[in-house]
């Protein structure tokens, strides 16, 4: 299963970006599609996920500000950011998982891609 993840680049504060990812390789449905995030020297932290469903979660930094969707048919995952921060700077992964029925998960990772706020 491979992940692509495009869209990052530098905005100003106050601006917008929108990521998206495109999933292929996989023979099954992906329950959960998302992003997460890195910054040196700290740990990668869940930005916002949706599983196929359509249930969607966000990190508490970014709630009212980001949105995650996805397309089953294409296999797509997108984020939306408005109103960026300085503190959104960071590498962003594309992430995708299959749950299977006893609950065992594979995760799956994209390459990341670099989102820069600068004011």
């Known amino acids: 299963v491979q992940l692509q993840a495009s869209g990052g680049g530098s905005v100003q504060v106050g601006g917008s970006l929108r990521l998206s990812c495109a999933v292929s390789?996989?023979?099954?449905?992906?329950?959960?599609m998302g992003w997460y995030r890195q910054t040196p020297g700290e740990q990668r932290e869940l930005v916002a996920t949706?599983?196929?469903?359509?249930?969607?979660n966000y990190a508490n930094a970014v709630k009212g500000r980001f949105t995650v969707s996805r397309d089953n048919a294409k296999s797509m995952v997108y984020l939306q950011m408005n109103s960026l921060k300085p503190e959104d700077t960071a590498i962003y992964y594309c992430?995708?998982?299959?749950?299977?029925?006893?609950?065992?998960?594979?995760?799956?990772w994209g390459q990341g891609t670099q989102v820069t706020v600068s004011s």
């Open positions: 390789g996989n023979r099954f449905s992906l329950t959960n």
């Open positions: 949706i599983s196929i469903d359509k249930n969607t």
């Open positions: 992430y995708a998982n299959h749950i299977d029925v006893s609950g065992y998960s594979d995760d799956y």
